[in-house]
């Protein structure tokens, strides 16, 4: 099992990044979801996308990032617009099989004002 994530970078406020996250050898997937940990701070959600193709967010993003999955390809993307100082963070990806969580091992987006 392995989820490959990539994407990430250095980017001006203001800009945009695609995070991609792949999945391999994970089977059934159902909820695909981004979370990022900014330095000195808890994990905290971005968004989830579910099996039907429903999406949720934080409050924080709203508006600016989309979530959206590829289901024959196992992967699920991040679009990140209108990137803010804050948004810098280690963003990881989530995966739910049948039985067990999978996690990413993240990639660094970091925001200059």
């Known amino acids: 099992v392995q989820l490959v994530e990539s994407g990430g970078g250095l980017v001006q406020a203001g800009g945009s990044l695609r995070l991609p996250c792949a999945a391999s050898?994970?089977?059934?997937?159902?909820?695909m979801g981004w979370y990022r940990q900014a330095p000195g701070k808890q994990r905290e959600l971005v968004g989830v996308?579910?099996?039907?193709?429903?999406?949720n967010y934080a409050d924080s993003v709203k508006g600016r990032f989309t979530i959206s999955r590829d289901i024959a390809k196992n992967t699920v993307y991040l679009q990140m617009n209108s990137l803010k100082p804050e948004d810098t963070a280690v963003y990881y990806c989530?995966?739910?099989?049948?039985?067990?969580?999978?996690w990413g091992q993240g990639t660094q987006v970091t925001v200059s004002s």
């Open positions: 989530k995966m739910v099989g049948t039985t067990s969580v999978y």
């Open positions: 050898g994970i089977f059934s997937i159902s909820n």
């Open positions: 996308i579910s099996s039907g193709g429903s999406t």
